[in-house]
């Protein structure tokens, strides 16, 4: 068993569900009982794994989306399943609200740490916003409810928990200058902090930190952006370390993509060791790619490589067991959005509704798509994907614009024009923000078509495989079946500096005043 990052011995059986055979992108087709890298392929950056009893549990960086600090589970380490968020709304600010002139992009939640604690049956999640200070949330369940249950003075930046096994709370975290603080019984305050560690000139920046014990010996995972892992030991949780290199510029198993880093280790139920790390592949962002290790005799944990890089594929950690697509089809049904749903910025909850339908009021009077409230993102599941949204445009007003963007600092999207009554389908590039994520452009109109007032079916297929030049492309059906191809292809940017990869979009916004709105009835996204 595996509870706060303290490993100790459990025996569970797992039904076996094997994977059929794929090709990979390196022509190699793994055996039934393999897994293939990434094991998810979708942006999930700043990964913290961890493991209770039978099933294994995911947390990643969210930046400006909301709710943020997604949760996912997984009871064999490959198939994974979206459960919730650890932070329900952004709270730190109103800049976070995107209303005022105020906005908070690329901000919010980097690299965090979420852990059980057994002793008191809760759930934790920490992470500093800003660089300034701390924020505790609990919840009596991983999947909630969470709130806010501390907010601490100190910044744990890129932070890592450990609950130990006599039950004390550590939290590893700093840049280059590595620190442990022990928090109060509770969980929820400081004790003491300490220096631990600081990264000599020949290895240079370090960050990112995860802690855990094992056999006695405390490590701190810490990693050297964006190529290398670091691990150090210490027989003390305030040191002192020692240092040993993990992994370092080993080629990656989605190729055109970075070198495998960050993230942390966790067990099997068996006793077996792995290490997720994610793997720079813009434009899609940063994806979670893993291999085994073992233990070395001086304590260090080892990378088990193929041919000198990470494996493409490697044998399944444990009996597979699959979940849910997450493709296919969302008509949202219910009252609430399933958790692979993020918006960007907190949404205006009064401009908003579910009900066998996702019904879109306008926000926010703008002519900016990064100034509009309500924006509905979620993930692209690569390499290849094409998404398809079946929206209801009948009460749309004069001036409004509603569709399906291809969202980041650069962006382009297929919408919905109702000007003075008269209804087009435009398809709209050069949407572009500044390094200081101002915008500088809100688009050019690259085409345009006539369209019916009622239901249209709006797409974008994109390829998101790492490497320059990668393009969507738009098209629009008015029948459900037939699509025509909208405007020129969309080249997307690779830089990284956004941080978060390209997400799919759903807008509604009006030019000239609030009350309109669209229904959309369905979104399905498809991938290959």
């Given at each position: 068993?595996?509870?706060?990052?303290?490993?100790?011995?459990?025996?569970?059986?797992?039904?076996?569900?094997?994977?059929?055979?794929?090709?990979?992108?390196?022509?190699?087709?793994?055996?039934?009982?393999?897994?293939?890298?990434?094991?998810?392929?979708?942006?999930l950056a700043d990964l913290d794994v961890f493991r209770v009893d039978?099933?294994?549990?995911?947390?990643a960086s969210t930046m400006h989306y909301s709710p943020g600090a997604p949760i996912l589970r997984s009871y064999d380490l490959v198939n994974w399943?979206?459960?919730?968020?650890?932070?329900?709304?952004l709270e730190w600010s109103s800049k976070y609200n995107l209303t005022g002139n105020e906005r908070a992009y690329v901000k919010g939640i980097w690299a965090s740490t979420m852990r059980y604690r057994a002793s008191n049956k809760k759930w934790y999640w920490l992470g500093c916003i800003e660089s300034g200070k701390t924020y505790i949330y609990t919840a009596p369940s991983v999947t909630?409810?969470?709130?806010?249950?501390?907010?601490?003075?100190?910044?744990?930046?890129?932070?890592?928990?450990?609950?130990?096994?006599?039950?004390t709370m550590y939290v590893a975290y700093g840049n280059t200058r590595l620190s442990v603080a022990q928090l109060s019984p509770d969980g929820l305050n400081i004790v003491k902090t300490q220096q631990v560690y600081s990264a000599p000139g020949n290895?240079?920046?370090?960050?990112?930190?995860?802690?855990?014990?094992?056999?006695?010996?405390?490590?701190?995972?810490?990693?050297?952006?964006a190529n290398a892992?670091?691990?150090?030991?210490?027989?003390?949780?305030?040191?002192?370390?020692?240092?040993?290199v993990l992994a370092n510029s080993l080629s990656p198993p989605a190729a055109g993509g970075g070198n495998p880093h960050q993230g942390g280790i966790v067990d099997t139920p068996n006793g077996d060791w792995y290490y997720m790390a994610f793997e720079d592949a813009y434009p899609g962002?940063?994806?979670?790619?893993?291999?085994?290790?073992?233990?070395?005799?001086?304590?260090?944990?080892?990378?088990?490589?193929?041919?000198?890089?990470?494996?493409?594929?490697?044998p399944m950690p444990m009996p597979a067991h699959p979940l849910p697509s997450l493709t296919g089809t969302d008509s949202f049904s219910g009252t609430t959005l399933n958790h692979q749903w993020e918006w960007n910025h907190n949404p205006d909850t009064t401009k908003f509704s579910i009900s066998d339908g996702l019904t879109l009021k306008t926000a926010t009077v703008t002519n900016d798509l990064y100034a509009a409230r309500n924006t509905l993102t979620h993930r692209i599941h690569g390499p290849v994907s094409t998404a398809t949204i079946v929206i209801d445009t009948t009460n749309m007003a004069d001036g409004d614009r509603a569709g399906l963007s291809l969202f980041r600092d650069q962006s382009a999207w297929i919408g919905?024009?109702?000007?003075?009554?008269?209804?087009?389908?435009?398809?709209?590039?050069?949407?572009?923000?500044?390094?200081?994520?101002?915008?500088?452009?809100?688009?050019?109109?690259?085409?345009?078509?006539?369209?019916?007032?009622g239901t249209i079916s709006l797409r974008c297929t994109v390829n998101i495989n790492p490497g320059s030049g990668r393009t969507g492309t738009f098209s629009y059906s008015t029948d459900g079946s037939n699509f025509k191809t909208l405007g020129t292809p969309f080249t997307l940017t690779t830089d990284w500096h956004y941080f978060i990869g390209y997400r799919w979009g759903i807008f509604n916004y009006a030019t000239k005043a609030l009350g309109g709105s669209i229904t959309v009835h369905s979104f399905t996204q498809d991938a290959s």
């Open positions: 068993m595996l509870i706060g990052g303290i490993f100790l011995p459990l025996t569970v059986s797992l039904s076996a569900v094997v994977h059929a055979g794929v090709i990979t992108s390196d022509g190699i087709t793994p055996a039934a009982d393999s897994f293939t890298n990434p094991v998810l392929w979708e942006d039978d099933a294994w549990y995911y947390s399943e979206y459960i919730g968020h650890s932070v329900p709304v909630g409810p969470w709130s806010l249950a501390s907010t601490l003075n100190t910044c744990f930046y890129d932070a890592g928990l450990l609950i130990d096994d006599d039950d290895i240079g920046t370090l960050e990112g930190s995860r802690m855990y014990k094992y056999k006695g010996q405390y490590y701190i995972l810490t990693t050297r952006p892992e670091y691990v150090l030991k210490a027989s003390s949780p305030f040191g002192t370390y020692t240092i040993k962002g940063r994806i979670p790619v893993l291999a085994p290790i073992t233990w070395g005799s001086d304590g260090f944990p080892v990378l088990t490589t193929s041919s000198g890089r990470w494996g493409v594929t490697y919905v024009l109702n000007d003075g009554g008269a209804f087009k389908v435009g398809m709209v590039n050069s949407i572009t923000m500044d390094a200081s994520w101002r915008t500088t452009n809100t688009g050019r109109t690259a085409a345009t078509a006539d369209a019916p007032k």
